[in-house]
């Protein structure tokens, strides 16, 4: 990463640590691409942070019968200030919504889930920033 110039030319790869909260992602966390940032300095990824933008992942659900899994979609997006969520979390919507019911008990449970983070996506925006900060040069 360029100190004051572009943050990437491609698609930045990180390992991000989690807080506490988000334990349970653990156990799936890898290596995880960020989209939305391409071409951005430093700068205007955090003037972007001030007006409102923010660093979001998504969960889908799929249910097999009396199995239900719930699990990351293995990519961190980066969502303007002036952009719509939803913009980057349909993909775990449209999974969620044609395979997640199907699971006896909690399939519906996590499907409602991963619908609303959909919408709104979980926000790992502190969890990223501290790591872009400590890894800045």
């Known amino acids: 990463l360029a100190g004051s110039g572009s943050m990437a030319k491609k698609r930045l790869k990180i390992e991000v640590p989690l807080k506490q909260r988000n334990k349970w992602l653990l156990k799936y ?17 955090y003037a972007d942070i001030e007006k409102g933008g923010k ?17 990351p979609i293995n990519t961190i997006y980066y969502v303007k200030s002036d952009e719509s969520t939803i913009k980057y979390g349909w993909s775990s919507l449209l999974i969620s919504l044609f395979l997640g019911w199907w699971g006896i008990p909690f399939g519906p449970i996590y499907t409602i889930q991963s619908i609303i983070r959909a919408f709104t996506g979980k926000n790992i925006t502190d969890d990223v920033v501290n790591h872009l900060e400590a890894n800045r040069n």
Request: aromatic share 18%; hydrophobic share 45%.
């Open 55 to 71: 660093f979001v992942m998504f969960t889908y659900t799929i249910s097999i019968v009396v199995m239900t899994f719930r699990r």
């Open 29 to 45: 966390y890898t290596i995880m691409e960020i989209k939305g940032i391409e071409n951005m300095t430093y700068q205007q990824l």
